[in-house]
């Protein structure tokens, strides 16, 4: 499986995802996404299950495809061809969604990947899930709002800011997270006052589909809520549930 197999700079999903899945369709759009996030792409992917779909969209008699045809070979992607009948308009959205449909209801994928930051894929993600499959976005932060809420997950490809003394706002973002992480604690948690893990995260991507912990330093769920004694408890293993993990919050 060429779909890249590299995990050395993996993020967090491999603890957060649902589920691993047995087919996965990863359809890219070429000429919204830069052939340079290609590494990172395929590292998210790969935590998920197995690619049995890669497909990616574009103007290959274009001179901006030139980045993207090196890769191809090297990451088995099926190049399909779409050309620019209009300038200035984006031409591989209609054939990346007719064949997303298409792959829809031939029934064997069971989860979609969408790669692009463009919001005309909105409608698309909606209909996949209002099918039972799972939607995961991959874009860069500027992808729209709508797009990524219509997705089950969504994964921001952009490398992370440095912060600095005149940047305040990976601080405050990451003040925003932690804040989510203690009233989804305290929503979740049962009359004994704790919550299992793997609901607060799938909870966490319902309210929000970039959540990211890469923002709090760390790769794993568990690790970040270990890392803070003063605030959380965590257990590890329980009778009824031996291979399970709860947290809950020190009053």
Partial sequence: MHFCAKLKSANHREAVMPEKFKNIAVLIDAENI????????????????????????????????????????????????????T????????????????????????CF????????????ASRIREQGRYVIGIGEKKTPTSFVNACNEFLHIEPPKKESKNDKKPQEQRNKT??????????LADASGWV?????M??????????????????????????????YRVQKER??????????RIR
């Avoid at 990947?113 to 698309?124: A, N, P, Q």
């Avoid at 932690?178 to 929503?187: G, R, S």
């Fill in 202 to 231: 799938q909870y966490i991507r319902q309210v929000k589909p970039d959540f990211d912990l890469r923002e709090l330093g760390v790769r794993k769920p568990v690790d970040y809520f270990a890392n803070r004694k003063e605030k």
């Fill in 87 to 110: 300038v200035g308009k984006n031409s591989t959205d209609s054939a990346l969604i007719i064949d997303a449909m298409d792959l829809l209801y031939l029934k064997h994928v069971d």
């Fill in 34 to 85: 830069s052939h340079s996030f290609l590494d990172d792409i395929s590292e998210n992917i790969a935590l998920y299950g197995i690619v049995s779909v890669r497909r990616i969209y574009g103007d290959w008699t274009s001179e901006k495809m030139k980045g993207w045809k090196v890769l191809l070979l090297e990451y088995a992607i099926q190049p399909i061809q779409q050309f620019s009948n």
């Fill in 239 to 248: 009778e009824d549930a031996p291979s399970t993990v709860f947290i809950s």
């Fill in 178 to 187: 932690e804040i989510l992480l203690d009233k989804a604690v305290d929503q």
């Fill in 113 to 124: 990947c969408i790669v692009s930051s463009d919001s005309d894929f909105t409608r698309l």
């Fill in 196 to 200: 299992m893990l793997s609901q607060l």
